[in-house]
């Protein structure tokens, strides 16, 4: 028998789930690399870092040929050309302008979630007992009749 290291042995025996746990931090540094990057006066070095990180974590998480059809999806375009342009934005070092871009294209491909968030997020047991109180019983009022069609493409809806 011999001995191998806990990293073979996953790759051997697992390649999937070790993939997607790599993709999983992968995302997650790349997100905290953009953070600290804002935080730090917009510094391009950690935002481009963040971008790197955030998108591969993406395709190992998910796949190289579902993270294309991803982006690709008709629904999806207006969003992916804005983050793909923010993050080119923030490689030809204009970060600021980059950041703004790139938000908003994460906004419109992700905007969903936020809703799933809204929806679910209350029903979990350490967070019901934060939305028992009256004053987290108030949502805004764009979410009451949500549509996960586009996050900033109905801008009419946040308006009174």
Same mark, same amino acid.
């Given at each position: 028998?011999?001995?191998?290291?806990?990293?073979?042995?996953?790759?051997? +025996?697992?390649?999937?789930?070790?993939?997607?746990?790599?993709?999983?931090?992968?995302?997650?540094?790349?997100?905290?690399f953009m953070l600290l990057?804002?935080?730090?006066?917009?510094?391009?070095?950690?935002?481009?870092?963040? +971008?790197?990180?955030?998108?591969?974590?993406?395709?190992?998480?998910?796949?190289p040929q579902k993270t294309?059809?991803?982006?690709?999806?008709?629904?999806?375009?207006?969003?992916?050309?804005?983050?793909?342009?923010?993050?080119?934005?923030?490689?030809?070092?204009?970060?600021?302008?980059?950041?703004?871009?790139?938000? *908003?294209?994460?906004?419109?491909?992700?905007?969903?979630?936020?809703?799933?968030?809204?929806?679910?997020?209350?029903?979990?047991?350490?967070?019901?007992?934060?939305?028992?109180?009256?004053?987290?019983?108030?949502?805004?009022?764009?979410?009451?009749?949500?549509?996960?069609?586009? *996050?900033?493409?109905?801008?009419?809806?946040?308006?009174?």
């Amino acid at each position: 028998m011999r001995k191998v290291s806990l990293f073979v042995y996953l790759l051997e +025996n697992k390649p999937y789930l070790c993939l997607t746990e790599i993709g999983v931090a992968l995302t997650t540094f790349g997100g905290l690399f953009m953070l600290l990057g804002v935080m730090l006066f917009f510094d391009g070095a950690l935002l481009a870092l963040g +971008n790197v990180l955030f998108i591969s974590g993406v395709t190992l998480i998910i796949g190289p040929q579902k993270t294309f059809y991803f982006f690709a999806r008709k629904q999806k375009i207006r969003g992916t050309i804005c983050f793909l342009g923010g993050v080119l934005l923030v490689f030809f070092k204009w970060p600021f302008l980059g950041v703004i871009v790139e938000t *908003f294209g994460f906004l419109n491909l992700f905007g969903w979630w936020i809703v799933w968030l809204d929806r679910e997020l209350p029903q979990c047991d350490p967070i019901t007992c934060i939305f028992t109180y009256p004053q987290c019983h108030r949502r805004p009022h764009f979410l009451e009749n949500w549509e996960p069609r586009g *996050f900033l493409w109905r801008i009419n809806d946040l308006k009174d």
